[in-house]
């Protein structure tokens, strides 16, 4: 399947979805650089699906967005390797002469790479035999054909690597109940795990069918090692039915926060100031998706719940507590301050002591929280 007519137009979710990687891979790379100047003084950024660079209104996509970064930065020149691979060759063509154009390509280093190849089985052996340095991979492969859970462990396996996956969800959803296309399917979940949705599918209802088959998706990831799984909804340009979905996966607690901060910024909506994601709120059955559905009002039992009888910082409950979850470090903070008004937590220092000019207390990642006993609250 080409994906020449993705790129005739600049569609406002091709630029968010742009912009999320774009934005990713600049914070990524500036928490990435200072180990590698003692590890290997490299990084690197990987697309197999890379596409021709430019829209056919002249907007930039993503390989031009990353490199337009990366020659801006002094370290991320000396550093960065890029690889960019599609296997339409007119695509690859544009996308070598857009990049020649980019000012100051030269500047870089490592010359980026551009390849015509097929993704498939040669090129998942070859990651997977492979060590990389610290990479963000990239897989936006239009359809389903080439996306692989092996595909995805064979770079997520190092550390320092990350992934990002955007996907035609409209795509799978027609390709799990088509015989023709059963091997890729079950590539990308696995047979056992695809067998068994192609059954829980058949009697449920449009949306159902949906974070069903993303809930199956995110779980096959993480059993893969994939510890951090984020995942962010597209609508299509009426916002009545969705076209494609982007999930990260990442091996560190870090990278998750860092994501997170990123597509709050992109989602179109908030519920009291809890990111959507755009995604619908979920049902108790789809668990993991049902947690980044849950609105602000739900936290604070939540907090009194998990965290009774102990006692540690803002930033401990935070890391603990917000994987899985839609909350960012904003609602927890704003939570807290809450439950330390109405008397429900202790804190050290307190509220009068933290007071800033305006009279309004803070509450930084270190302030010390105490929760009460269980039913004490």
Request: aromatic share 10%.
């Amino acid at each position: 399947m080409s994906g020449n007519s993705f790129f005739d137009e600049s569609q406002e979710q091709s630029q968010v979805k742009a912009a999320i990687v774009a934005k990713y891979f600049w914070v990524w790379a500036k928490v990435i650089i200072p180990s590698q100047k003692s590890w290997g003084n490299k990084i690197a950024y990987i697309d197999l699906f890379a596409g021709p660079g430019r829209y056919k209104d002249g907007t930039r996509s993503t390989p031009l967005l990353i490199l337009e970064r990366a020659v801006r930065d002094p370290d991320i020149r000396e550093m960065l390797i890029t690889l960019f691979n599609d296997r339409d060759s007119n695509n690859t063509q544009t996308l070598s002469q857009a990049i020649e154009l980019i000012p100051d390509i030269t500047s870089l280093k490592y010359k980026p790479e551009v390849y015509n190849e097929e993704v498939g089985e040669e090129i998942v052996k070859m990651f997977e035999q492979m060590r990389l340095v610290p990479t963000l991979f990239f897989v936006d492969p239009w359809g389903y054909k080439g996306l692989s859970l092996r595909l995805i462990n064979s770079v997520l396996k190092n550390w320092g690597c990350d992934c990002i996956i955007f996907f035609n969800y409209n795509r799978i959803n027609m390709g799990l109940h088509n015989e023709a296309v059963e091997e890729h399917m079950n590539a990308l979940f696995g047979k056992e795990r695809g067998d068994k949705l192609r059954q829980q599918l058949e009697p449920l209802r449009p949306f159902e069918r949906e974070l069903t088959i993303i809930e199956a998706l995110v779980e096959a990831i993480k059993e893969m090692g994939g510890q951090y799984v984020l995942p962010f909804r597209f609508k299509n340009a009426r916002g009545n039915r969705t076209s494609h979905h982007l999930i990260f996966v990442s091996k560190d607690v870090k990278g998750y926060g860092i994501m997170k901060e990123i597509m709050t910024k992109e989602s179109s909506s908030t519920e009291q100031g809890v990111p959507s994601f755009e995604y619908n709120p979920a049902t108790r059955s789809q668990s993991l998706l049902f947690e980044l559905s849950r609105p602000l009002d739900d936290l604070e039992g939540m907090l009194l719940d998990c965290f009774a009888g102990q006692t540690m910082t803002m930033i401990e409950i935070y890391d603990q507590h917000n994987v899985g979850k839609r909350y960012i470090k904003s609602n927890y903070k704003n939570v807290l301050s809450k439950l330390e008004a109405q008397g429900k937590i202790r804190t050290s220092p307190s509220a009068e002591m933290r007071k800033k000019r305006n009279g309004e207390p803070t509450f930084g990642d270190k302030v010390i929280v105490t929760f009460p006993p269980r039913g004490n609250s």
